[in-house]
C-alpha cells in the first residue's frame, strides 16, 4: 500500500483529502504546519508521495521542498496560489506536479497514480476483498483461485475501477482511459463488460444513476 503525506493546514480540506485516499487504497499521514513535517522527516518519517499546501504557518511548502526532495520523497503540490511565479518556483526546484484550488478530487487522484508509477511506487498487488489483482502478471484470482476468463479490455476496466475504487466514474471517463478517445463504440459497450465483470468477479460495482459505476471495496 502506497503512503501518502498529507501537509494542509485547512482542516477540512486536510480531513477530505485523507479520507478521499484512504478509501481508494492509499495509507495516509496528515500535518497541518510544515514545522510538524520537518519534525517528522527528523524522525526517520518515510512516504512514497507528499502532497503540499504552499501556504502554512511555521514552514511553507517552498521550505519542505528541499529536505522532502533530500528524503526522496517526490512532490505535488495543491495550493490556493496560481500565480505564474508561485507555479515557476516550485517546478524549477523540484516538484513534480502542481494543482491550483479548488480542484476535482479524480484529477487529483490521476496525478497522484502518475508520479507513483513514474517512481515505481505503485502497488503491484491490489487487494479488493476475495478478490486479488496482480498487475505486475496482468493477472487476477478470486479466492485465491485464477480467473483465466478474464478478456484483456475486461481485465483494464477491471484495474482502472481497482485503482479508483470507491470513487464513481462516467461511463464516458471508462471508454477514454481504457478503449480511447476515438473508440467508436457507445456508452453501452462499458454496460456490457460491467455486467460480465460483475458476473465472473463477484465484486460490488455498483450503478450510480446519471453518472456511470463504482467499485465498492470496504477500506
Given at each position: 500500500?502506497?503512503?501518502?503525506l498529507?501537509?494542509e493546514d ?7 483529502l ?6 481508494t487504497?492509499?495509507?495516509t ?5 510544515g514545522a ?6 527528523r524522525?526517520?518519517?518515510?512516504a ?7 501556504m502554512?504557518?511555521k ?7 528541499k529536505?522532502l ?23 524549477t526546484?523540484g516538484?513534480e506536479d502542481?494543482?491550483v ?6 484529477e487529483?487522484l ?6 507513483l ?5 505503485t502497488?503491484?498487488?491490489?487487494n479488493?476483498?476475495?478478490v486479488?489483482i ?5 493477472k487476477?484470482?478470486?479466492e485465491n483461485?485464477?480467473l483465466?476468463g ?11 475501477l ?7 466514474l462516467?461511463?464516458?471517463q471508462?471508454?477514454?482511459?481504457v ?8 456508452t ?5 463488460h ?12 455498483s ?6 459505476y463504482?467499485?465498492e471495496?470496504a477500506?
Amino acid at each position: 500500500m502506497s503512503k501518502i503525506l498529507i501537509a494542509e493546514d485547512e482542516d477540512a480540506i486536510n480531513r477530505a483529502l485523507c479520507l478521499y485516499l484512504s478509501l481508494t487504497g492509499y495509507e495516509t499521514v496528515s500535518f497541518h504546519d510544515g514545522a510538524e513535517v520537518l519534525d517528522w522527516l527528523r524522525d526517520g518519517g518515510r512516504a512514497d508521495l507528499a502532497v503540499l499546501d504552499i501556504m502554512m504557518p511555521k514552514a511553507d511548502g517552498f521550505e519542505l521542498l528541499k529536505p522532502l526532495r533530500k528524503a526522496e520523497i517526490p512532490v505535488l503540490f495543491l495550493t490556493a496560489r496560481g500565480d505564474i511565479e508561485a507555479k515557476y518556483k516550485g517546478l524549477t526546484e523540484g516538484a513534480e506536479d502542481y494543482m491550483v484550488k479548488p480542484f476535482e478530487m479524480l484529477e487529483l487522484l490521476v496525478r497522484v497514480e502518475k508520479i507513483l508509477k513514474r517512481y515505481q511506487r505503485t502497488d503491484e498487488v491490489m487487494n479488493l476483498g476475495t478478490v486479488t489483482i496482480n498487475t505486475a502478471q496482468r493477472k487476477v484470482f478470486r479466492e485465491n483461485e485464477e480467473l483465466t476468463g478474464l478478456t484483456p479490455m475486461e481485465y483494464d476496466l477491471l484495474l482502472m475501477l481497482a485503482r479508483h475504487r470507491n470513487v464513481a466514474l462516467s461511463r464516458d471517463q471508462l471508454l477514454d482511459a481504457v478503449w480511447g478517445y476515438d473508440y467508436p463504440g457507445t456508452t453501452r459497450t462499458a454496460d456490457v463488460h460491467i455486467a460480465q465483470l460483475r458476473r465472473k468477479t463477484g465484486l460490488n460495482i455498483s450503478s450510480v444513476p446519471k453518472v456511470g459505476y463504482r467499485l465498492e471495496v470496504a477500506p
